[in-house]
């Protein structure tokens, strides 16, 4: 589990690593099987209070560069606020930024557990519509969160070669090559 998040520069060193092996590694069912821990999930979990407001809790996604917020009471999970609560909920005037949160968030979010494999939990994003799961423990106890982009970076690791070796521009956006901006 990973304790910053995005270190995109460890990522990018292990694929270059990884790019001169390339046929190596394969993605098959043995590696989609693997448990959630062997993903660089998100620990501890980002967790704030029902009564914190929204305002607070964007402000406290940004600093935390998250997407995602759990919200615990006495320790325990009892809902998420995500990015997409803001979005459809339409939490953008001054009146729902000073609400609690405990009104816009999702109660009793799907959740997974760390033991979980990765197959199940691009399912249960998948079918879900998630783009963050909170990983708990048999108690409800929040231990990490994982989003769609860890599991992105856990499968780009397979195809090392593919993604770091293609164009800077694909074809349907070619650079600006004109004399503004650079």
Do not use: W
């Amino acid at each position: 589990p990973r304790s910053t998040l995005f270190p995109y520069t460890t990522l990018f060193r292990s694929m270059y690593k990884e790019a001169g092996k390339a046929g190596e590694k394969n993605l098959d069912t043995e590696a989609l099987l693997r448990s959630i821990r062997y993903l660089n999930y998100r620990t501890p979990a980002p967790c704030i209070s029902p009564e914190t407001t929204t305002g607070e809790a964007l402000r406290s996604m940004t600093e935390q560069k998250t997407g995602a917020l759990l919200v615990t009471e006495g320790g325990k999970l009892i809902g998420i606020f995500a990015e997409r609560d803001l979005l459809l909920k339409q939490l953008y005037d001054s009146e729902k930024l000073a609400r609690p949160v405990k009104e816009y968030m999702t109660s009793n979010p799907d959740c997974l557990t760390p033991d979980d494999s990765i197959a199940f939990a691009l399912n249960r994003m998948t079918r879900g519509g998630y783009r963050h799961v909170p990983l708990i423990t048999p108690e409800r106890e929040p231990v990490g969160l994982v989003s769609m982009r860890t599991v992105m970076e856990y499968i780009v690791t397979f195809f090392p070669a593919e993604v770091i070796n293609v164009p800077p521009h694909s074809e349907a956006n070619p650079p600006d090559h004109s004399a503004e901006g650079g």
